[in-house]
T-cell receptor, first 112, second 112 residues
């Protein structure tokens, strides 16, 4: 059973700090990794995708991938109260029509 | 361009009742998916479809059925509702050759 593991949190950071969210996955052949943000009562919203080892930056968000360690992370710089949400890590499974396998999510709370 | 739409937004069912959750996308996407999300959990794949007339089971298909007679529509059928099917249901779609999935707003189902 392919799995994606996340620390469920909650992770609490003050406004302006860096929030660090982590994810590990079990399937070594995985190639595509995603971070979704989900506000309470809403659907998941894609914020980052990463396919190669290393860092990928988009505004205040940086995704980091280490395939050897089967580890993906998301850094949020200058955290804002509006970043308070659940962050879902997801990996593509090529065995089910390229569906996504999701972790349970990490709840982030940014205090002002 | 409405994207992925789902109806109803919320429904209460009695044990043993049946219902159909509707999902429609207007992006001409071949791939469509049904996920369920239980409280505090990530999304789990119920069924998926790679095109009209082609469907297959995901991780948690028991108690559900699907059909895909058109590219646009991918309804999910619950035949005999059980309390374990209380969840939020998300439909998603994507274009062939791409990996980004687009999610609908979700249907919240309560089975009592």
């Amino acid at each position: 059973q392919k799995e994606v593991e996340q620390n469920s949190g909650p992770l609490s950071v003050p406004e302006g700090a860096i929030a660090s969210l982590n994810c590990t996955y079990s399937d070594r052949v995985s190639q595509s990794f995603f971070w979704y943000r989900q506000y309470s009562g809403k659907s998941p919203e894609l914020i980052m995708s990463i396919y190669s080892n290393g860092d990928k930056e988009d505004g205040r968000f940086t995704a980091q991938l280490n395939k050897a360690s089967q580890y993906v992370s998301l850094l949020i710089r200058d955290s804002q109260p509006s970043d308070s949400a659940t962050y879902l890590c997801a990996v593509i499974t090529y065995q089910a029509g390229t569906a996504l396998i999701f972790g349970k999510g990490t709840t982030l709370s940014v205090s002002s | 361009n409405a994207g992925v739409t789902q109806t109803p937004k919320f429904r209460i069912l009695k044990i043993g009742q049946s219902m159909t959750l509707q999902c429609t996308q207007d992006m001409n996407h071949n791939y469509m998916y049904w996920y369920r999300q239980d409280p505090g959990m990530g999304l789990k794949l119920i069924y998926y479809s790679v095109g009209a007339g082609i469907t297959d089971k995901g991780e948690v298909p028991n108690g559900y059925n699907v059909s895909r007679s058109t590219t646009e529509d991918f309804p999910l059928r619950l035949e005999l509702a059980a309390p374990s099917q209380t969840s939020v249901y998300f439909c998603a779609s994507k274009r062939d050759g791409e990996e980004t999935q687009y999610f609908g707003p979700g249907t919240r189902l309560l089975v009592l």
